[in-house]
């Protein structure tokens, strides 16, 4: 029976140490070394904000953002935000945390997208079940396409309470951002007019200065706000973040972003956009 125990164990260390040959991730640091899960737990629990950059089909992004929400829960006071939900639902969104409406009811009244029962919900149900804040942080997207059809002037002839509902103006812009040039200079953008192409990272600005903006707005004090947002809207400590900086310069910022890679095992040095930075196996299955 002995011998049946221990060529047994064998057995499963020799198919554990296959497993890791296999890995669906690795998390490294912004100088492109390995770095651990108790590692970022240990710096976000510093942070006053952590921008969870994601890629928005991703289930690895999807995974690390509940687990890593479930047990920074044990250790600070959290508030969760989202790029994923609108701020003119944030009423619906406080009707269903309180009870006040069921799930049947939000997917009426509100505003979610495709994917949000299988990689959002989760993250909104645990805020529920714990009794956590939810911010609805994004910008109404009907804000943005008016951005882009007619620049940031397009929002002044906007009625005084749905200017509630974006960034208070005149918002800071600064065109020459890395991240914003790159946009203009996408190879789809080619057929587009010179206004257009102009206005396409304007309509992005108003989506990152909204989202900075009611980060703080809900960010409470001894509280960590963990935002989740698509990586480009963090990544190169730009987007929210830069916006972030020019409101509330003392504020500690913790940025994660994921990129998907053929050899998780292998940092490329271009990835290196954020703090922390989780390397996916490109053949990841996606959610949608």
Avoid at 47 to 64: C, K, Q
């Amino acid at each position: 029976m002995k011998l049946f125990s221990t060529l047994f164990l064998s057995f499963l260390f020799i198919i554990n140490v296959q497993a890791q040959k296999k890995p669906a991730y690795k998390l490294y640091n912004a100088k492109g070394k390995k770095t651990s899960y108790k590692k970022l737990l240990k710096q976000a629990k510093k942070a006053d904000v952590v921008l969870f950059g994601e890629f928005h089909n991703n289930p690895i992004s999807h995974w690390l953002q509940y687990e890593f929400t479930k047990d920074m829960n044990e250790k600070r006071k959290l508030v969760l935000g989202f790029e994923m939900l609108e701020s003119d639902n944030q009423n619906e969104i406080n009707s269903y945390l309180e009870g006040k409406i069921n799930q049947k009811a939000l997917d009426t009244l509100a505003r979610l997208w495709g994917n949000y029962k299988t990689d959002y919900k989760p993250l909104v149900d645990f805020a529920k079940d714990n009794k956590l804040d939810v911010c609805a942080c994004n910008v109404p997207r009907r804000y943005a396409s008016m951005v882009f059809k007619g620049g940031f002037e397009a929002l002044d002839t906007l009625p005084n309470k749905e200017k509630d509902w974006i960034a208070p103006l005149p918002f800071p812009y600064d065109a020459t951002l890395a991240s914003y040039v790159a946009m203009t200079n996408m190879e789809h953008m080619n057929h587009m007019p010179e206004k257009m192409k102009q206005n396409m990272p304007k309509a992005q600005a108003i989506k990152d200065a909204t989202m900075a903006h009611f980060i703080l707005e809900n960010l409470k004090k001894r509280h960590l706000m963990i935002h989740y947002n698509g990586a480009y809207h963090s990544n190169d400590y730009e987007g929210i973040m830069w916006y972030l900086k020019k409101y509330r310069p003392e504020l500690k910022i913790l940025t994660i972003t994921t990129e998907s890679v053929s050899d998780v095992k292998k940092f490329n040095k271009e990835n290196a956009k954020a703090d922390f930075i989780i390397q996916v196996d490109e053949n990841m299955t996606s959610t949608y």
